[in-house]
């Protein structure tokens, strides 16, 4: 059974800095593309940061570009997201995901697996 388990969101005022993890187990973590994803109360959810199996590629959506960064530890079966410079726009739930062809790693529609989501609100 396939579960990815988010942690480490929580309350940070603006400008701060917040780091979220996401811990994969019952699948071969290394073979996975792993993406963030976030979904804002009204909002669609939208794609964040996204890292290839080798951690060599990596995307990122322009409106967190140069303020998080995304990485893996495939000893760990663990994905990251480094969030800093933090503005109330990033309030939101955020997703990790699992992509078995990670050809398409900022679509959503492509990912096999989701997590149950992890809150990170951002105080003004």
């Known amino acids: 059974q396939v579960q990815l388990v988010e942690s480490g969101g929580g309350l940070v005022q603006a400008g701060g800095s917040l780091s979220v993890s996401c811990a994969a187990s019952?699948?071969?973590?290394?073979?996975?593309?792993m993406g963030w994803f976030r979904q804002a109360p009204g909002k669609e959810r939208e794609f964040v940061a996204a890292i290839s199996q080798s951690g060599i590629r990596l995307y990122y959506a322009d409106s967190v570009k140069g303020r998080f960064t995304i990485s893996r530890d495939n000893a760990k079966n663990t994905v990251y997201l480094q969030m800093n410079s933090l503005k109330p726009e990033d309030t939101a739930v955020y997703y990790c995901a699992a992509d078995r062809s990670a050809m398409f790693l900022t679509n959503s529609n492509t990912y096999d697996y989701w997590g149950q989501g992890t809150q990170v609100t951002v105080s003004s």
């Open positions: 019952g699948l071969p973590f290394s073979s996975y593309g």
